[in-house]
């Protein structure tokens, strides 16, 4: 009885730790016991669990092993990943790794049993935060590269949660309060380079939306591939709360679109339609 109530106080530990990690990151890398037999390999997600693997779909720790596939993962894609994290605090450590990404999607309050059993199996070292991780070359990547310029380091790049998202997380570099019905323009800590003929559309994170009413005030935000200033965050604060904005926190998405020039036409008539001048409310409520 005792050793059980110590292992609900410990998962109960981990939890609050994990979502902290969360709260100004991508991702909480799990650390298991005996982790230094091979580079980080555990993602813990809002949602999902992400594990990168060479060789057999299993973990092999001191502990237990503990064999994805019959876990329920996934595999996702193969290739050559760049990891950036944070093992100390103020310093951060990367690397290359080539394997296998396995996921296995989470129902809600799902993480806190799929931390316990991967605990049961593997035990636990620490959980550390995930500052980047992302495929290398074009694969995955559309074929469009994305150059960014880290204005504050200490501030994780922009990246996507996971394997087919189509916004990129940005995060806030500074910290503030938006006061109910208040907007700031909030720093990101970088700016970019967009291919030619590209431009990125900055839109609200919809769980922020959801849960305090923070917004954008101009979403969807344009940017025109030749901007080469720091990117930034019109945050407005449409819920009837202060909502304290913290450094490193994900406050908006961005989303990268290649997109048409057109030649503009002068003319006298232009072609009939069904629609018509037909405008807001025209086809009904």
Sequence with gaps: MAEEREIDEQLRQMMERIAEILSSHPAAIYLPCFYRSGP???????????????????????VEPFD????????????????????????????????????KSLPERGLVEE???????????DLVPLLEMRQQGDAGQGGAPLRIRRLDPSVAAPAYAHPGDAGLDLCSAEELTLEPGER????????????????????????????????????????????????????????????????GDRIAQM?????????????????????????FGSTGL
Excluded: W
């Design 40 to 62: 980080p390999s555990i993602f813990l997600r809002e949602g999902s669990v992400q594990v990168l693997v060479r060789g057999p779909k299993v973990l092999h720790y001191e």
């Design 68 to 103: 994805l596939l019959e876990s329920g993962y996934r595999e996702v894609e193969t290739g050559d990943y760049y990891l950036a994290y944070e093992f100390l605090p103020g310093r951060s450590f990367e690397l290359e790794i080539q394997g296998a990404l396995m996921e």
């Design 115 to 125: 931390v316990r059993a991967i605990r049961e199996h593997l035990g636990i070292y």
């Design 184 to 247: 700031s323009m909030v720093s990101t800590g970088f700016a970019m380079a967009l291919p030619e003929g590209y431009a990125a559309f900055v839109q609200p994170r919809s769980g922020l939306a959801a849960r305090s009413g923070i917004s954008i005030v101009n979403t969807p935000g344009l940017i025109d591939c030749h901007y080469r200033g720091e990117v930034k965050v019109i945050l407005v604060n449409l819920g009837s709360e202060p909502f304290q904005v913290k450094r």
């Design 255 to 279: 989303v990268i679109q290649k997109v048409e020039a057109v030649r503009v036409e002068v003319t006298e008539e232009l072609d009939e339609t069904a629609r018509g001048e037909g405008g």
